[in-house]
């Protein structure tokens, strides 16, 4: 086999021959870490049933892909950088089948907790290098916002499929499925890479200096537990100190940046307004997402008593809308401009969460199909969003930007878990008496079964209104702040550099 097409960002070509066939994979490879991430959430009870976690442990299964995850976003791409984006992509595939494949040996939680690991590491090297090799595969910014808009489309549908996946594999087979269906997607995505993507580097790749590595996964990982930590248990002196902690590397991280010329994290790009409207759409974005994912199928399976499979089916409307609205947004975008486009979705998302929170009670679930596909359209316009992070960012820092992307997908899904899943707990527990069993104050799963049951039903369904309004007030303020930093006449043509 001849060697891989070299792709330096200075001279490559207009149009390359296979980029929309190198797309296909990017975004396959994307759907599969999704899909993985919210079918863990399906099978964990059948896990937990199985294999008997401690609490302590349980913490680990779920939390361990997350932690390693934000911790090697930002060194391994700036590593992809230097070493070649499509080589650490096809090797981020390769550790994430055979860390799937590694489950049909693991008989206890250590095990597992290992095999998370393996995942939050493959992870790390595929998701910022999708978006790196589509700035290199795509030079033309009215294509790559296309690209990018069908990129985001694959992390909606991931996220919706996978309750629908998750719940179809349980009715046939063990746990064990949720993690095996990666291994041959992963083997189809090594071996089309392979055949299909170019290599790319960065002509000036970032610094790569011991210090730099330790104070950003030490940053990274410890902001992550610190947010997932006061999220479960308030204010308590672990959290606290993890934030102070993650707070007091990170600060000292962009410090060592901000005085090297080619530094580990572009983090000057962050002076451009244009950039950072993109950074706040992608993070309101997945913080509202992954809130109302959550929610959403609680709701659907412990109120209503649907089956996972079913209430997977019942959150397909998301998928539908951003499937829609994707590849629509960029050419609306070179009609109206992109701020519209931008705001637009991001007022489009907050209807539909407001719905959520303003349907009457019990909620109706074609009020919710509704809502579900509002938000699902107005999330279609993060592909113009990521055009901002990507385009505005010099080719030879795209691994830069692509981190920065990636991290605000991660870290709103904590938040969103974190912050508005701890006030779904604060409404629902406002709403039964005082004397309430500790398991049904505790969740609602314990409450089903008991005299409890119907006042719980009630207050878990009033929480998830409650979420639905304040994620609408979040989306709302991120698109006043991006239609204050947004130009009105920013075309598309002007994200790139």
Excluded at 7 to 26: D, E, F, K, N
Excluded at 267 to 272: E, G, K, M, Q, T
Excluded at 430 to 449: C, F, K, M, Q, W
Aim: include cysteine.
């Amino acid at each position: 086999m001849s060697a891989p097409t070299l792709l330096s960002p200075a001279t490559a070509p207009a149009a390359h021959p296979r980029r929309w066939a190198g797309l296909a994979v990017l975004a396959l490879s994307l759907l599969v870490v999704v899909l993985d991430m919210t079918v863990l959430n399906v099978a964990l009870p059948a896990l937990t049933a199985d294999l008997r976690p401690t609490a302590v442990e349980q913490l680990w299964i779920v939390d361990a892909y997350a932690l390693v995850l934000a911790g090697l976003l930002i060194p391994l791409s700036a590593l992809a950088d230097r070493w070649g984006r499509r080589r650490m992509l096809l090797l981020g595939f390769a550790i994430f089948g055979l860390g799937s494949l590694a489950v049909l040996v693991a008989d206890s939680p250590a095990a597992v907790i290992g095999v998370r690991v393996l995942l939050g590491v493959g992870g790390a090297m595929i998701m910022p290098a999708t978006l790196s090799l589509i700035r290199t595969l795509f030079p033309d910014p009215g294509e790559r916002a296309l690209a990018l808009g069908i990129w985001a489309a694959m992390a909606s549908v991931g996220a919706a499929l996978g309750p629908v996946v998750g719940g179809a594999l349980l009715e046939v087979f063990s746990w064990h499925a949720a993690f095996l269906l990666n291994v041959p997607l992963m083997a189809l995505a090594l071996v089309a890479g392979v055949l299909l993507l170019p290599e790319s580097r960065s002509e000036r790749p970032g610094r790569l200096d011991a210090a730099g590595v330790l104070l950003s996964i030490t940053g990274m990982t410890a902001l992550t537990a610190a947010v997932k930590d006061l999220g479960k248990h308030g204010a308590e002196p672990l959290g606290l100190a993890l934030l102070a902690l993650g707070a007091l590397a990170l600060t000292m991280f962009v410090r060592r940046c901000l005085h090297q010329p080619d530094p580990m994290l572009a983090v000057r790009l962050f002076a451009d307004r244009v950039f950072r409207a993109g950074v706040v759409t992608a993070l309101a974005s997945a913080t509202v997402m992954m809130a109302l994912l959550l929610l959403a199928s609680q709701w659907l399976q412990l109120v209503q008593g649907w089956s996972p499979l079913q209430a997977g089916a019942a959150l397909l409307p998301l998928a539908v809308g951003g499937l829609i609205g994707s590849p629509l947004a960029p050419s609306i975008a070179a009609r109206i401009g992109v701020r519209t486009v931008l705001v637009g979705g991001l007022a489009l998302t907050a209807l539909g969460l407001a719905v959520v929170g303003l349907l009457p009670r019990p909620l109706p679930y074609p009020g919710l199909v509704v809502a579900f596909g509002l938000v699902g359209l107005g999330t279609a316009a993060l592909g113009v969003g990521s055009a901002l992070i990507m385009g505005r960012a010099p080719a030879h820092q795209a691994g830069s930007a692509a981190a920065v992307e990636e991290m605000c997908y991660e870290l709103g899904a904590v938040l969103g878990v974190a912050v508005l899943g701890s006030l779904a707990g604060i409404v629902y527990r406002s709403g039964l008496p005082d004397g309430a069993d500790v398991a049904a104050r505790e969740s609602l799963a314990g409450a089903l079964g008991t005299p409890l049951a119907p006042l719980a039903t009630g207050s878990f369904t009033d929480a998830f209104a409650v979420v639905g309004l304040a994620g609408a007030a979040v989306v709302a303020v991120a698109a006043l702040v991006v239609a204050r930093w947004l130009p009105r006449d920013l075309d598309l043509a002007d994200l790139s550099h």
